[in-house]
């Protein structure tokens, strides 16, 4: 049986007259408003834990999910990356070797024709 307010202050007005007002301040403290039909009990306790351990099961499996789908995005993109990055590296290294091979062919016939065209006069 719950108390209304009402009850609850002609109480505290009696226990004032009877112990003091120190005394009743600490002494209502103690008194629940609402009764104690309304605290939880261990099985209330029990009821909530198994469905907290369902939601956070639930929601596991669709962080597990999210995070999978997340990952393969992630994997497909980086693939997808490292294409483009080993063909500009193929082609760039193909710019860099015919520049070479085309300065070297150069400086060979330079050598060839400067040593050729004193034998020939």
Do not use: H
């Not at 005394?23 to 009990?41: F, H, N, S, V, Y």
């Not at 990356?81 to 015919?98: D, I």
């Amino acid at each position: 049986m719950a108390l209304t307010e009402v009850e609850r202050t002609e109480l505290a007005n009696r226990l004032v007259l009877a112990i003091g007002k120190e005394a009743t301040e600490k002494l209502m403290q103690c008194i629940i408003p609402e009764g104690r039909d309304q605290l939880a009990t261990k099985d209330d306790l029990k009821v909530l834990e198994s469905s907290l351990r369902g939601e956070f099961a639930e929601f596991k499996g669709e962080m597990r999910s999210e995070f999978a789908e997340f990952k393969g995005e992630m994997r497909s993109e980086f693939a997808e990356f490292k294409g483009e990055v080993k063909s500009e590296l193929n082609s760039a290294l193909a710019k860099q070797t015919r520049m070479y091979l085309t300065t070297l062919a150069g400086f060979m016939l330079t050598t060839w024709a400067a040593l050729i065209v004193p034998a020939v006069v």
